[in-house]
C-alpha cells in the first residue's frame, strides 16, 4: 500500500540551530519521530520567513543546506518569503495577506515535491495566507491548521495590547495601529537573515563563538555601508523617526485601523474557504476562533501529544496538604512576564492579609528579571513562611522542583492557549489554581480552582479555600483530564487527516 504523504508547515526549522519557535517546535519535533515509526506515513516539512538571498531575490524554495544533517532529505525551506518571520517582524505588512511572488514559489514547492494528501499548517507566519487558496489546485489534498496562538486574528499573536492587557476588542483594527511599542525595520530584519543564512551555509553554527562574532561584525559594516552607497547615489539616509517637539506641529487625526480590520477579516475569510478542519489546542482556543468568524463546523478541539503523560501514568495523587504544619507549599513555574500572570501574583501576594499569607509557602522557577523585581521578592520573602527561588529550570529539574508542591499556579492574563507549564505540573499530579483565561483551566475541570484572571480578591477566596480544606481533592482528581500522549494524539491527527469531506469529523467545540 502506497504510504500516504503528509507535508506540514511552520515558520522555523524543527531543528533549527538557534531552537527558535518555543513548544511548537518541540511538538514538531515529537511529531516528526513519531511518524519516522509510521510506515504509512511519509511525513515531510516547509518553513519560510527566516532567511534570505544577499543582496536579495525573488522567492524561491530549496531542501534544507544548513543546520543538523538528521532529516535533511525531508526538509525544505522557502527562501526570500514576502513575509518576515515570527509574525512581530512583519507586523502590519500587507504581505501577511497577499503576494503573489511568494505564492507562486509555494506553488511550485508544491508542484515539484507532491502530490501531498495532506497539508498541516502549524501556523501562517511567514507565508501570505492567500497560500490556503493556492491549495485548493490539489483537490486530493487536505488542508489542516492548528491554532498555536492567534496569528489570524491578531498581527501581534498573543492579542496582548501594548505589551500590557489582553485585548478584548480591536476597536475595528484602530488598536493594533500603536500596539507594538517598537516596530522593527523590514530591511535590516532582511540583512539578518540573509547574512545568517549565508553563515549557516559557510558551515559556521549560531551560538558559536566564530558564528557571533562573523555575524555582529558584518552587520555593523553593511549597516555603515548602506548609508555610504545611499549618499553616493544622491539617495536620503534613512533615520529614525522623530516625534514632534517644541513649536512643531503634528497630525492628531484618529489612527487608521482599516488595513488591521481587512486583514482579519480576509484571513478568515479564507480559512473558512480552504480549510478542511482548523484544530485549536484547547477549547479556550476553539470558542475565541469561533467568535472571531471561523466556521464551527471545521473547528476540532485536539489537544497536542505530549511526553508528559508518562508522568501522569508514574504518579498518583498526594497527601493533600503535604506539610503537617498548616501551611500549602505553592510553585509559580516559566518566566517574569506580565503576560504569564507573574507581577499580578507580586501584587496579590503583597496585598494579602498577614495570617493568609503566613501560612504560603512560594517556590517560583523562573529567569531572574530586573534588580526591583528581585527586589520585591526578596521583601515578600518575609512575609510567606517561605520563599525559594530557581533561576530557571530544565525538564529533568521538574520532579526535585516539585516534589514537596501542593498545588500550582497559573495566573495569566493573556488567552494562553494551553501553557507547558500547567502540563507539566499536571502530569506529576499537582492541582492547578488558575486564572479563567486560557486552556489551563481545562486540565482540571474544577471551577473551585478558577478565580478570575487579574482579580486580586478572586485570588485571594481561591487561596482561602484551600487553606480552609473547602476543596475537595479526591473529587479534583476524579473529573481531571489525563494528558494526551503523542500516539493517542497521532492517532486523533490520523482519523482527521483521513476523512473525506470537508465537514466532517468529530466536531469537538461544544
Known amino acids: 500500500m502506497k504510504p500516504r504523504r503528509i507535508l506540514y508547515y511552520n515558520w522555523v526549522d524543527y531543528l533549527d540551530d538557534e531552537k527558535r519557535g518555543g513548544g511548537v517546535s518541540v511538538y514538531q519535533r515529537n511529531l516528526m519521530s513519531a511518524l519516522a515509526d509510521t510506515p ?77 494528501d495532506v497539508i498541516h499548517f502549524n501556523t501562517l507566519e511567514g507565508l501570505p495566507a492567500a497560500v490556503l487558496k493556492v491549495c485548493a489546485r490539489w483537490p486530493q489534498m487536505r488542508v489542516i491548521l492548528s491554532l498555536h496562538n492567534y496569528y489570524p486574528f491578531c498581527p501581534q499573536v498573543n492579542l496582548w495590547h501594548q505589551e500590557r492587557a489582553t485585548c478584548a476588542d480591536f476597536d475595528e483594527g484602530r488598536k493594533c495601529v500603536h500596539c507594538l511599542p517598537h516596530v522593527h525595520d523590514a530591511r535590516h530584519l532582511r540583512l539578518s537573515g540573509g547574512l545568517a543564512y549565508r553563515l549557516k551555509l559557510a558551515g559556521l553554527t549560531p551560538g558559536t563563538w566564530t558564528f557571533d562574532q562573523a555575524f555582529r561584525w558584518t552587520m ?84 497536542i501529544g505530549t511526553r508528559e503523560a508518562t508522568a501522569f501514568a508514574q504518579t498518583s495523587p498526594r497527601a493533600f496538604p503535604q506539610a503537617s504544619d498548616s501551611t500549602l507549599r505553592l510553585a509559580y513555574l516559566g518566566y517574569m512576564r506580565r503576560d504569564k500572570g507573574f507581577y499580578f501574583l507580586l501584587q496579590a501576594l503583597e496585598a494579602m492579609p498577614h495570617d493568609m499569607a503566613r501560612r504560603l509557602r512560594l517556590e517560583v522557577a523562573a529567569r531572574r528579571s530586573d534588580r526591583a523585581t528581585m527586589d520585591r521578592l526578596s521583601e515578600l520573602s518575609s512575609k510567606l513562611a517561605e520563599l525559594t527561588h530557581a533561576n530557571g529550570y530544565a525538564h529533568d529539574d521538574l520532579d526535585r522542583l516539585l516534589e514537596k508542591v501542593d498545588v500550582g499556579l497559573v495566573p495569566v492574563l493573556w488567552h494562553d492557549n494551553l501553557p507547558q507549564v500547567a502540563i507539566e505540573m499536571h502530569a506529576r499530579h499537582i492541582p492547578l489554581l488558575c486564572a479563567d483565561m486560557g486552556g489551563a483551566a481545562e486540565l482540571g475541570r474544577c471551577p473551585d480552582m478558577v478565580f478570575a484572571a487579574g482579580d486580586i480578591k478572586s485570588f485571594h477566596d481561591r487561596i482561602a479555600a484551600l487553606l480552609a480544606g473547602e476543596i475537595d481533592m479526591q473529587a479534583y482528581w476524579q473529573g481531571a483530564m489525563a494528558p494526551v500522549d503523542m500516539d493517542s494524539h497521532l492517532t486523533d491527527l490520523l482519523a482527521i487527516y483521513g476523512a473525506t469531506d470537508r465537514h466532517d469529523g468529530d466536531q469537538s467545540t461544544g
Open 40 to 116: 504509512e506515513i511519509d511525513a515531510s516539512f516547509l518553513c519560510s520567513g527566516v532567511s534570505y538571498d544577499l543582496p536579495g531575490g525573488a522567492p524561491r524554495w530549496e531542501q534544507m543546506r544548513h543546520g543538523p544533517d538528521q532529516d535533511r532529505a525531508r526538509r525544505f525551506e522557502i527562501i526570500n518569503s514576502a513575509v518576515l518571520a515570527p509574525a512581530h517582524h512583519g507586523f502590519g505588512d500587507p504581505a501577511q495577506v497577499s503576494d503573489a511572488a511568494t505564492e507562486a514559489a509555494f506553488g511550485d514547492f508544491i508542484d515539484k515535491t507532491g502530490p501531498y
Open 220 to 303: 555593523r559594516i553593511g549597516g555603515r555601508g548602506a548609508r555610504v552607497i545611499r549618499r553616493l547615489k544622491g539617495l536620503p539616509v534613512r533615520r529614525p523617526r522623530r516625534r514632534g517637539g517644541p513649536g512643531q506641529l503634528r497630525s492628531m487625526s484618529p489612527p487608521d485601523g482599516a488595513p488591521f480590520a481587512a486583514r482579519r477579516a480576509k484571513v478568515v475569510e479564507l480559512i473558512n474557504a480552504h480549510c478542511h478542519a482548523v484544530l485549536g489546542v484547547s477549547q479556550a482556543v476553539c470558542r475565541l476562533a469561533q467568535s472571531f468568524g471561523v466556521t464551527e463546523t471545521i473547528l476540532h478541539r485536539s489537544y
